[in-house]
Each structure stands twice: as structure tokens, then as C-alpha cells.
């Protein structure tokens, strides 16, 4: 393990580094280049996460142990996992999820978790009995870990105003909509009244205290401040809208060595891309096939209980994919006596087959499953309207500017897998660009993703001249 750098003996940026990237994770690698050139500590780091999903998943098969050498982790990082890697390895020890209203994924709050080693599986778990990680089998007792360390998270909920009437977020039953097209997308763009979907994969019983220190939060306060105020023309009003987002960042940053702010484009505006590419039936079976089934309470042995019926039936799920995509080449004894959820599987994939004019992805649908479906509700979709968009990033600028600059940006575009609407993430990049400029004046924009564009462009272009015999 690296040697922690003292205080003193740290590197200074002469101007905030702004790296652009397109998928979320890629940033990590900037933020561990930071690490290894001593301009961010090797522990104490606070990281001020701006995006509609938390990101706080676990990479699932990769040894801990891996998670200290880069290009292991490279492997098993994607853009829904790679916060808790760092925070295993002892960088990240403070985050905060500022998070638009319309996400809503975990509860809103401060609580103070521990991520470790498991001693029997050795691979990456968390002490939060939230369904977040329930359902994808990443839950343990902090007794049941070893090489732990704490992280302090704190979610809270970025309120804003328009000066039209605010379209009130839709109850469950109004936005129990099965699918969204691409041509509805497009609407959304131009329409002033954006259509909501909220997200809650939340196990609010709170099995297993565990020693996690939770602190709720009045939602039903947080909703009257989200009303418009028509009648106000002032420039700065709405400064104090936030204030607690204020409060909850500067007691973080405070107790921390060094702070990162991290920018998902998608904070503005978002889309679940899952129901761009299933039709209503289609995404219909595949949460059926998901569904995950809830603790019954709090104890010890349901929840553990819970954990072992989970993680059988996605091992099983992953299996009945694996074999229909193969073809049916693995061996499963008599195909007529195949369970009801191989049948459906079976289903599923001709279906998929019929429709899609590319080859299946077994892993994304798999994750899709995973991920996304395995509750009543579904990932966040708000294609905000220019307006909201505008009144978010004032905001976001009202917020940051009560606060001490950052070691450095990252800001993750997440336009290429349809999170962030293609039709807007250039405004919404060039709109945070210059706020970061407004903030912090002379910054040094690194666009990683138009670099990563020119390679694979150079690469391309020297494999078609390859002179052949």
C-alpha cells in the first residue's frame, strides 16, 4: 500500500484541472493519476457527486485485493460501481449525492457505513441494508468483513425554481408508464411540461441497524420549496433555497483533506435509456424475471435469508441467458421440464432476437435485469425543459459558490448510453463549463472523450491502410 502523503508535502495545481469524459467511470483513472502525482492525499478525500443516479454499486466479481492495482480494477469498473472501489482502498471518506428531485434511488440523509473485505467470498461488500444493495447480494454485517474502512455519506436533494407554473412530480400511479420511444424523447425536448419518473429501490424498514447512523430528512418540505414563485424578479433569488445543501457540503469539506467535485451531466437532465430499447412487454418480462423479494423485516436470518434466495436466482437468471444466447449448447438434462423462468428467458431472448438488428449483449441484459428491474420502480426519467435546466445550473452555482474550491472537476457526459438526452448534453456541458469558469476563472479543460474519439479514429484509419498479400 502507498505511503500516505503529508499535508506539506502535497502538490498544488496551478489552475483546476476540468476533465470531460463520456461514460462515468473513466474518471477514475484521472482521479488516481491525481493520487500518484501527490495532487490529491491518499486518504481523507471528499467527493461532492452531482448526478441522477448515486453510483454507489459494487463491482460484484472482482477480488478486493485488485482493487490496488488499476488495471485489474479497469476491468470490472462501469458507470454504475466505481465510487465504492476507491473508498475500499482507503482514498474517499466523505461523499455527498446532490441529487436532482426526480432521483430517488436510496434515502435522503447522512449515514455513516463501513465498506470491507467479505472473509468467505473476499470480494467488495457494504454494511447498508438498503435494497440498493440488497438486490444485487453486496450487503454484510461489518462482522462478517475484514480491512474496513468508513464512509460518511450525506444525500440531499438540489431544490430549484421556474418562473412558469412548476409541473408537479407525478404520483406513483401517474408515471406508471411502461415505455418511452425515442420519437416521445424528442417531444420531451420541446414540451414545457416534462414528463417524471421517480425511482425508490429502497428498503425503508431499515433492517439490521448494524451500526449505521442514519439521520432522516422532512421530504414534505423539501416538496413546498420546490413551488415556483412567479412574483420575484430578482436576480438572486432562490440564493437561499439550498441552504441546507450548502450546510451539509461545507461540514464534509471541512472534515476533509481534499475535495473533488465530481458532475454528471445528467443531473440536469436524464432518460432510462432501458425503456428506449425494450418494448412495454418486453420490459415487462424482464422485470418479472428480476423482481426482487424484500426482507420480511429486520433480523439477522431474514435478511440472510433474502441474500442466499437472491443470489441464486441471478445466478440461475445469468445461467438460462447464458444458455439461451449460446444457442441451448450447455447441458440442461430434459429442455420439457425447463422451469417456468427458463421458459420466459426463452421467451425473452427470440423475442429480442426478432427485434434487434445487432447481436445480443448477454451482460447488458443481464445488468439491465440486475440493475433496473428488480422492483416496482424504475430507473429516474425527467427530460428537463430549457427552463429547469437553466434554473438548476443557478443553483448548482449558488451552492458551490459557498464553498472552497475543489482539487480538481471531472464532469462525465453519459449522452453515448441515452442517460443523458443526445439532444442536450452540448448546452447542458457548455452551460456547467461556464459556471466552472464564473466559480473558479482560469480553469484547464482536458476533453478526454474527444481524445479517446481521435485514437480510435487514428486506429481505425491505420488498420484500413494494412497493405495485404
Not at 69 to 84: A, F, M, Q, V
Not at 110 to 134: A, S
Not at 212 to 221: L, M, R
Request: hydrophobic content about 35%; charged content about 30%.
Amino acid at each position: 500500500m502507498a505511503e500516505i502523503i503529508p499535508r506539506k508535502k502535497r502538490r498544488l495545481f496551478s489552475i483546476i484541472p476540468v476533465v470531460v469524459v463520456e461514460d462515468h467511470h473513466e474518471v477514475l483513472k484521472h482521479i488516481y493519476r491525481a493520487l500518484a502525482t501527490r495532487h490529491l492525499p491518499f486518504e481523507g478525500i471528499c467527493m461532492v457527486h452531482l448526478d441522477s443516479h448515486p453510483d454507489l454499486q459494487i463491482p460484484s466479481k472482482i477480488p478486493a485485493q485488485d482493487v490496488f492495482n488499476l488495471e485489474k480494477l479497469s476491468c470490472h469498473l462501469s458507470i454504475e460501481n466505481w465510487i465504492i472501489p476507491p473508498v475500499f482502498a482507503g482514498h474517499i471518506n466523505r461523499l455527498v449525492w446532490m441529487k436532482p428531485p426526480w432521483a430517488d434511488q436510496l434515502p435522503e440523509g447522512h449515514r455513516r457505513v463501513v465498506v470491507g473485505e467479505h472473509k468467505t467470498h473476499k470480494t467488495i461488500r457494504i454494511n447498508w441494508p438498503d435494497e440498493y444493495y440488497l438486490s444485487d447480494v453486496m450487503y454484510a454485517a461489518e462482522d462478517d468483513m475484514i480491512n474496513c474502512k468508513q464512509l460518511d455519506v450525506n444525500i440531499i436533494t438540489v431544490k430549484y425554481r421556474t418562473n412558469h407554473e412548476y409541473s408537479k412530480f407525478q404520483t406513483q400511479e401517474q408515471s406508471n408508464r411502461l415505455s418511452y420511444s425515442s420519437e416521445q424523447c424528442e417531444q420531451e425536448l420541446q414540451s414545457s411540461s416534462p414528463k417524471t419518473k421517480d425511482s425508490v429501490h429502497s428498503f425503508r424498514n431499515d433492517p439490521v441497524s448494524d451500526k449505521v447512523d442514519t439521520i432522516d430528512k422532512d421530504q414534505a418540505a423539501d416538496s413546498k420549496s420546490l413551488l415556483p414563485d412567479t412574483n420575484s424578479k430578482n436576480e438572486n433569488e432562490g440564493d437561499n433555497l439550498n441552504s441546507d445543501v450548502v450546510s451539509v457540503i461545507q461540514e464534509a469539506v471541512s472534515c476533509s483533506e481534499a475535495f473533488i467535485l465530481d458532475i454528471d451531466l445528467d443531473f440536469f437532465s436524464t432518460q432510462n435509456p432501458f425503456k428506449l430499447e425494450y418494448t412495454p412487454e418486453q420490459y415487462a418480462v424482464l422485470k418479472e424475471l428480476y423482481h426482487f423479494e424484500a426482507p420480511k423485516d429486520g433480523s439477522r436470518e431474514e435478511v440472510d435469508r433474502s441474500q442466499s434466495k437472491r443470489d441464486k436466482q441471478l445466478k440461475d437468471l445469468h445461467r438460462a441467458l447464458a444458455w439461451c444466447l449460446n444457442e441451448k449448447t450447455d447441458n440442461v438434462g430434459n429442455t420439457e421440464k425447463l422451469s417456468d423462468r427458463w421458459l420466459k428467458m426463452q421467451g425473452l431472448i427470440e423475442d429480442l432476437k426478432a427485434s434487434s438488428k445487432e447481436t445480443l449483449n448477454g451482460e447488458l441484459i443481464h445488468m439491465a435485469g440486475e440493475t433496473t428491474c428488480d422492483d416496482e420502480d424504475d430507473l429516474p426519467h425527467h427530460v428537463s425543459t430549457e427552463e429547469e435546466i437553466a434554473a438548476l445550473v443557478k443553483q448548482v452555482k449558488v451552492i458551490l459558490s459557498m464553498q472552497p474550491k475543489p482539487i480538481m472537476v471531472t464532469i462525465a457526459r453519459s449522452s453515448e448510453d441515452d442517460y443523458c438526452p443526445k439532444g442536450q448534453v452540448n448546452k447542458i456541458q457548455e452551460l456547467v463549463v461556464t459556471m466552472l469558469k464564473e466559480l473558479y476563472g482560469e480553469i484547464e479543460i482536458k476533453l478526454d472523450y474527444e481524445l479517446k474519439s481521435d485514437v480510435s479514429q487514428k486506429e481505425s484509419s491505420n488498420e484500413s491502410n494494412i497493405p495485404t498479400s
